[in-house]
């Protein structure tokens, strides 16, 4: 059975360890197409945070109260760059983590795509399935935004880190997102897939602009494999983060419903064949999607494989 999932950072990341658990009992072969709309230059430095959470988690060197960067670590550099005064100081870098970030920028410099940096740096990590930037491309999320200097786009971790989505905000845009191709792998994926995933990650600023990509969006929707989405959002709340600021941007509930009729119901163009809500939300209805409910906590890689269990056999 081939499984492709789409992700985002940490929910990504967490809700592959069980993608990676189930594999390992079923045999299964898995493929992740992970956001790149996070991805930003700070000095001088190519950072994909959703690309490392992934990787650093499932290579077991990501730092688990954090959730983002590697456990461990260390931040000499980061005070080294206060001493200079150089901004931007709202986004730290360990120093382990900059090891990767240098390795990830010579590389891009010497001509070679995100996906074969990606692959490369994996090698180091052993993931354990296939990572897969959703495209070799530039494409940033951005947060267009009105405060006292009026109204512009800012970058999606400028929005996120710095501001803590309390900005008033109009919309979001994904710079670039027009012009971007799927990377190598990604189309051919989705295409042979029995099941698509769609993780448990912000719908609106992780999976949306994978979604954004010319061509990803419209090989969902036609997949000939069953498509099943996990809800992030449990009893009205995201269980971590904003996910709740995000979906007030765009004018959708938030709830397991909400998100659901987001995506939609693929016999009507949307994306779902299979919509996983946590047992609290039974009862949550998407026309046109067979809605199941199931514990959808991620407490540990078990309970986590145990979704993605339901999730395939739902589909
Ligand atoms: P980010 O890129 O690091 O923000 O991570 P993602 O977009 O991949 O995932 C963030 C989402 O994961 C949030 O909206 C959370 O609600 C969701 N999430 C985190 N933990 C859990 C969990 O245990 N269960 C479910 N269902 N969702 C979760
Ligand atoms: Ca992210």
Redesign the pocket.
Known sequence: MRIVVL?????????LLGVREYARRTGAEVTAVV?VG?DLRLHGLQVC??LD?VMYTLGGGADPER??GRVDETWTIRGELAAYGVEPSWFGLGDKDIATHLVRTTMLNAGYPLSIVTEALATRWEPGLRLLPATDDRLETHAVVTDDQGTRAIHFQEW?VRHRAEIPTDRFVFVGADAAKPAPGVLDAIGSADVVLL?????V???APILAVPGIREAVVAAPGRVAG?????GG???????DRCLAVIGVECSAAGVGGLYGARAEGGLLDTWLV?STDAGAAVPGVDVRAVA????DEAA?AA?VAAAVEAA
């Open positions: 992700a985002g950072g940490i929910g990504g990341a967490r809700f956001n996070d945070p959703d959470s959730g983002w996120w993780a448990p990650s912000n719908p600023v992780s999976v996990v809800s992030p959002i449990i709340a995201p269980v971590r983060g904003m996910a946590d959808l906590r991620m407490v986590t979704m």
